[in-house]
């Protein structure tokens, strides 16, 4: 009869379709984003060499006139221009992963989770190209120039660019996931798991939270460990600001329902 429920048979082969499906999507959502960073790849590799100068211009600035860098493998020369290609590539290509990723799970989402979730999705990546530009443009200057200038007497500052790939990349990722930092307090009081008040009240923790991480993710100097950790705490306060201009909002949309 067309009244009756679906026997418990029928309910473990709908749950496993609907668990097939997903993943269907998943895969391919996942060959997506592969391809626009495949395609990205492939667009740059012809200018690979040009693509590594790029990102090792604030170093060779800062080196002794009449050195360069060095090559201390027989592949480095060009797997690691090859490698900073790839990275460079999925960097430019995060805004299509995140998108795939926001495109699987928006359909779970209600209407007012997902007015609110895009917004947040924007501002990650944004947040996260900004603290690349920030650790490009100001923190790799100022710290390559202090390398050089604390060199010791009779040592020449000639770096491997396989040593200097694998530096700039931990602190690309580590200033791209620091300025993350209000859209990681935005949704910890959206979610209920803090509250503003218990944030603010963290305020000494985080700033010597922000030390401490920058102690670990940055060289063991002071230029860069302030660099990063200054930044972290200025964004938790514009988190902070974003989350009562947010409960402010929200406050007076239900007096005006009511």
Not at 189 to 209: M, W
Request: one cysteine or more.
């Amino acid at each position: 009869m067309s009244g009756q429920e679906p026997t418990i048979e029928g309910k473990e082969a709908l749950s496993e379709g609907t668990l097939i499906s997903h993943l269907v999507e998943l895969r391919g959502r996942f060959i997506k984003a592969a391809v626009a960073i495949l395609v990205i790849f492939l667009c740059l590799v012809p200018f690979s060499e040009r693509v590594f100068t790029l990102v090792a211009t604030p170093l060779m600035e800062q080196l002794p006139e009449g050195t360069t860098m060095i090559a201390t493998e027989v592949a480095a020369p060009f797997l690691t221009p090859f490698k900073m290609t790839l990275f460079v590539a999925l960097f430019l290509a995060m805004p299509v992963v995140l998108y795939q990723a926001w495109g699987f799970v928006a359909p779970g989402l209600y209407k007012k989770e997902r007015r609110f979730a895009f917004p947040m999705l924007a501002s990650s990546i944004l947040l996260f190209y900004l603290g690349i530009g920030f650790a490009y443009y100001v923190v790799f200057p100022l710290m390559f120039g202090f390398f050089s200038a604390v060199t010791p007497a009779g040592v020449t500052m000639m770096t491997d660019i396989s040593a200097y790939l694998n530096f700039i990349l931990t602190l690309f990722l580590a200033f791209g996931i620091a300025f993350e930092v209000p859209i990681a307090t935005v949704l910890l009081v959206g979610s209920g798991l803090a509250t503003l008040k218990t944030l603010s009240r963290a305020r000494p923790y985080v700033f010597l939270g922000a030390f401490i991480a920058g102690m670990f993710l940055t060289p063991p100097d002071a230029i860069s460990q302030t660099l990063l950790a200054v930044p972290v705490y200025l964004l938790y306060e514009s988190g902070l600001l974003l989350c009562r201009f947010m409960l402010r909002s929200h406050n007076s949309g239900e007096e005006g329902d009511s």
